[in-house]
């Protein structure tokens, strides 16, 4: 059973950035495609971004622009760049793998397309 964890959370000011990473295990790390999400108390969680076998990414519209998403296949870590960071990106972001097997290109990004959640971690965005 595949399973992620988050790490890098943190306080940072408006327009300032932070980068997340994502360790994975549980499945060959070549074999998967990984999704960043993110939830704020009272809300669904919402797509962020995702990273196919083969480095495709895809990015939710709110964050296109400001959000990277990249993977090493060496250190099996998926790192989400955050940049010109707003308010409204204050949340417990989560990352997790994918449910199905995909073709190398395809970018998941519906919630029930992933499993194996972290257990989050928080960003805060503040003066």
């Known amino acids: 059973q595949a399973q992620a964890m988050e790490s890098g959370g943190g306080l940072v000011q408006p327009g300032a950035s932070l980068t997340l990473s994502c360790s994975t295990s549980g499945r060959p790390f070549n074999d998967i495609a990984v999704g960043w999400f993110r939830q704020t108390p009272g809300t669904e969680r919402e797509f962020v971004a995702s990273?196919?076998?083969?480095?495709?990414?895809e990015y939710a519209n709110f964050v296109k622009g400001r959000f990277a998403v990249s993977r090493d296949n060496t250190k099996e870590t998926v790192v989400l760049h955050m940049g010109r960071l707003k308010p409204e990106d204050s949340a417990v972001y989560y990352c997790?793998?994918?449910?199905?097997?995909?073709?190398?290109?395809?970018?998941?990004?519906?919630?029930?397309?992933?499993?194996?959640w972290g257990q989050g971690t928080q960003v805060t965005v503040s003066s």
């Open positions: 997790a793998v994918n449910r199905f097997k995909s073709s190398p290109h395809y970018t998941p990004s519906a919630l029930d397309e992933f499993v194996g």
């Open positions: 990273i196919s076998l083969n480095s495709k990414t």
